[in-house]
């Protein structure tokens, strides 16, 4: 059984950081693809950031150059470093994960329960 925990979150002024932790147990984790997502009250679901089955990251426009999606294989554990969050950035932040074949879109059938992040101005 495929499990994720997230950690992280919190509340922090604007310019500021955190680090989001996503511990996954169940699966062969250097196998998965990975991501990051979050969803604001009244927004659609929005994909944050990915570690794609070919080992390639990408993430959303509005992260660029902010956020850092990485992952420790001997800790099973993904991660997303957020810097100079703003307001904008408050949103219930999800891990997921799933299996793909090389260069495959990942399916993330597997969610963890997620953790809030709130940036005030």
């Known amino acids: 059984q495929v499990r994720l925990v997230e950690s992280g979150g919190g509340s922090v002024q604007a310019g500021g950081s955190l680090r989001l932790s996503c511990v996954v147990f169940?699966?062969?984790?250097?196998?998965?693809?990975m991501g990051w997502f979050r969803q604001a009250p009244g927004k659609e679901r929005e994909r944050v950031a990915e570690?794609?089955?070919?080992?390639?990251?990408h993430y959303a426009d509005s992260v660029k150059g902010r956020f850092t999606i990485a992952k420790d294989n001997a800790k099973n554990t993904l991660y997303l470093q957020m810097n100079s969050l703003k307001p904008e950035d408050t949103a219930m932040f999800y891990c997921a994960a799933d299996y793909a074949s090389y260069g495959a879109s990942c399916p993330f059938r597997y969610w963890g329960q997620g953790t809030q992040v709130t940036v005030s101005s």
């Open positions: 570690i794609a089955s070919d080992g390639s990251t």
């Open positions: 169940g699966y062969a984790y250097s196998s998965y693809c």
